[in-house]
């Protein structure tokens, strides 16, 4: 992971950057962008440059935008001007995945930040710059990249320690989430994935964790999670991660889909909808890298995460349209549709949290729904929940990530569609509304959390199809950034 450090004086300056903000108060659109102020005094002549090449380049100051000048044997050898637009924390995010990017075949790199630099500012360019910086490769073939140190100058680098922190980890554990989502299937089976959060619950004495494997979910009735594993080689898991302060006034459980991979089951996907179903886990991974997070940040929330881990493959013993799933808590599913398969994981998990762990509060993510793009395009997940205060909550911490969530209905005209001959529930009726339908389904086991429940679709936002701002290519690790935003407001 690239080094940050923030430092009171420059110690090297082989490459510097100076913020620019658009045209002062007052500017016209097309008004040339401005240097900002900077928090420590800048090599002779150095400001004047940037203050002319500004104009020359035609900067306009906006997020992201950047605008290079080589100046051979001087100091810096670099001149980078980096658009920083509003000054916002999300700009800044913007600004410093863009430098990452523009940079990478320097070494290091000086960014000068204002005297004034709130913590949200500094937050924001460490976020961006970890989180664009971020590679997933499973061999050496593309090469190392050259950019491995960055410096950020400010007057006081004490000022900014516990947000640098913060930072940090967040972005280190959203990296994780991208990692354990972009691992191949040939390799990312139930059994891994719980070995993973094992290995990183041994570093951190306060977390606890245990793993149920196919014996214990039969003998506790976990009969969702042992229908959808049952086609496959690879048995499933359970995996609940927990961390329990000894001052914590509140729990939450925090629920993520696990499907390893989704072929569809009987009810098989066509390949192009099959290829990229190593992501089906991006839940399940968002929500323990969140759990992992809290524990790191000693947040004072009692954070635990329940993990239903499955592979859902065609096979003799696969389970199969119209059969009758038998639920822990004692609901049943008519299953119309193998290839809904994540509502039968998730109804297990989230009945079980009910009735087991009697949270303050539930939530459940997960990659449910091609519905979700269709409603929401690429980059929004789609949330739904009873109360408002909460679900307004949960939004405004999704906003402050630098995320995407919209609030969706739940219809009680369409809990009708649910209704089954021979069972309690219909799992997948096609009736429209997928995304909706499926919110509704997952709703009958939430019991009396029902007013106390979050449900967010994030197939969508869980893939980034390219590059864009601290996105890369591939998985997003949607959904880490936003629960520790919000785990971090019930302090």
């Given at each position: 992971?690239?080094?940050?450090?923030?430092?009171?004086?420059?110690e090297?300056?082989?490459?510097?950057?100076?913020?620019?903000?658009?045209?002062?108060?007052?500017a016209?659109?097309?008004a040339?962008?401005?240097?900002?102020?900077?928090?420590?005094?800048?090599?002779?002549?150095?400001?004047?440059?940037?203050?002319?090449?500004?104009?020359?380049?035609?900067?306009?100051?906006?997020?992201?935008?950047?605008?290079?000048?080589?100046?051979p044997?001087?100091?810096?050898?670099?001149?980078?001007?980096?658009?920083?637009?509003?000054?916002?924390?999300?700009?800044?995010?913007?600004?410093?995945?863009?430098?990452?990017?523009?940079?990478?075949?320097?070494?290091?790199?000086?960014?000068?930040?204002?005297?004034?630099?709130?913590?949200?500012?500094?937050?924001?360019?460490?976020?961006?710059l970890?989180?664009?910086?971020?590679?997933?490769?499973?061999t050496?073939?593309?090469?190392?990249?050259?950019?491995?140190?960055?410096?950020?100058?400010?007057?006081?680098?004490?000022?900014?320690?516990?947000?640098?922190?913060?930072?940090?980890?967040?972005?280190?554990?959203?990296?994780?989430?991208?990692?354990?989502?972009?691992?191949?299937?040939?390799?990312?089976?139930?059994?891994?994935?719980?070995?993973?959060?094992?290995?990183?619950?041994?570093?951190?004495?306060?977390?606890?964790?245990?793993?149920?494997?196919?014996?214990?979910?039969?003998?506790?009735?976990f009969?969702?999670?042992?229908?959808?594993?049952?086609?496959?080689?690879?048995g499933?898991?359970?995996?609940?991660?927990?961390?329990?302060?000894?001052?914590?006034?509140?729990?939450?459980?925090l629920?993520?889909?696990?499907?390893?991979?989704?072929?569809?089951?009987?009810?098989?996907?066509?390949?192009?909808?099959?290829?990229?179903?190593?992501?089906?886990?991006?839940?399940?991974?968002?929500?323990?890298?969140?759990?992992?997070?809290?524990?790191?940040?000693?947040?004072?929330?009692?954070?635990?995460?329940?993990?239903?881990?499955?592979?859902?493959?065609?096979?003799?013993?696969?389970?199969?349209?119209?059969?009758?799933?038998?639920?822990?808590?004692?609901?049943?599913?008519?299953?119309?549709?193998?290839?809904?398969?994540?509502?039968?994981?998730?109804?297990?998990?989230?009945?079980?949290?009910?009735?087991?762990?009697?949270?303050?509060?539930?939530?459940?993510?997960?990659?449910?729904?091609?519905?979700?793009?269709?409603?929401?395009?690429?980059?929004?997940?789609?949330?739904?929940?009873?109360?408002d205060?909460?679900?307004?909550?949960?939004?405004?911490?999704?906003?402050?990530?630098?995320?995407?969530?919209?609030?969706?209905?739940?219809?009680?005209?369409?809990?009708?569609?649910?209704?089954?001959?021979?069972?309690?529930?219909?799992?997948?009726?096609?009736?429209?509304?997928?995304?909706?339908?499926?919110?509704?389904?997952?709703?009958?086991?939430?019991?009396?959390?029902?007013?106390?429940?979050?449900?967010?679709?994030?197939?969508?936002?869980?893939?980034?199809?390219?590059?864009?701002?601290?996105?890369?290519?591939?998985?997003?690790?949607?959904?880490?950034?936003?629960?520790?935003?919000?785990?971090?407001?019930?302090?």
């Amino acid at each position: 992971m690239l080094a940050i450090r923030l430092v009171a004086e420059p110690e090297r300056l082989d490459t510097l950057v100076l913020p620019l903000c658009p045209g002062g108060e007052g500017a016209g659109d097309d008004a040339p962008a401005v240097p900002v102020p900077t928090a420590v005094t800048l090599p002779d002549g150095v400001a004047d440059e940037a203050a002319a090449l500004a104009p020359a380049a035609r900067s306009t100051g906006r997020a992201g935008e950047v605008r290079t000048q080589f100046r051979p044997g001087r100091t810096p050898g670099v001149l980078v001007l980096l658009g920083i637009g509003d000054g916002e924390e999300g700009s800044w995010r913007r600004a410093g995945a863009a430098l990452v990017r523009a940079v990478a075949d320097e070494t290091h790199v000086t960014i000068a930040l204002p005297p004034d630099a709130s913590p949200a500012a500094v937050r924001g360019i460490y976020e961006g710059l970890l989180l664009a910086s971020y590679r997933f490769r499973l061999t050496d073939a593309g090469g190392v990249p050259a950019l491995t140190g960055v410096d950020l100058l400010v007057a006081d680098p004490d000022r900014y320690a516990a947000v640098v922190e913060t930072a940090r980890t967040t972005a280190r554990l959203t990296r994780w989430a991208r990692d354990l989502t972009n691992t191949p299937s040939s390799v990312k089976n139930p059994e891994w994935f719980a070995g993973q959060v094992a290995a990183h619950a041994a570093g951190a004495p306060d977390l606890h964790l245990r793993v149920r494997e196919p014996a214990e979910l039969a003998a506790e009735g976990f009969g969702g999670i042992l229908a959808v594993g049952g086609g496959s080689a690879h048995g499933p898991r359970l995996v609940e991660l927990d961390w329990r302060p000894a001052d914590a006034r509140t729990h939450v459980v925090l629920v993520g889909k696990g499907i390893t991979f989704d072929t569809g089951g009987i009810s098989i996907k066509p390949v192009p909808a099959m290829k990229l179903m190593r992501k089906d886990m991006a839940g399940a991974a968002a929500v323990v890298a969140a759990t992992v997070g809290a524990a790191a940040l000693r947040l004072p929330v009692r954070v635990t995460a329940l993990a239903p881990l499955a592979e859902n493959m065609v096979s003799g013993s696969a389970f199969r349209p119209g059969d009758i799933v038998h639920h822990y808590g004692g609901l049943t599913s008519e299953t119309t549709n193998s290839d809904a398969e994540g509502r039968l994981v998730l109804a297990d998990a989230l009945a079980y949290a009910v009735r087991e762990l009697r949270p303050d509060v539930l939530v459940d993510l997960a990659t449910l729904t091609g519905a979700n793009a269709v409603a929401l395009g690429k980059r929004t997940g789609a949330l739904y929940s009873e109360n408002d205060r909460l679900a307004g909550d949960v939004l405004a911490a999704v906003e402050a990530a630098g995320e995407a969530a919209w609030r969706m209905p739940l219809p009680a005209d369409y809990v009708e569609y649910l209704g089954s001959d021979l069972a309690d529930l219909y799992s997948a009726p096609n009736q429209g509304a997928g995304s909706v339908v499926a919110a509704l389904y997952l709703r009958e086991f939430t019991g009396e959390l029902r007013d106390r429940w979050v449900h967010v679709d994030m197939s969508a936002p869980s893939w980034a199809d390219g590059d864009d701002a601290e996105l890369t290519r591939g998985a997003t690790g949607w959904g880490v950034r936003s629960l520790l935003r919000w785990l971090d407001t019930l302090r």
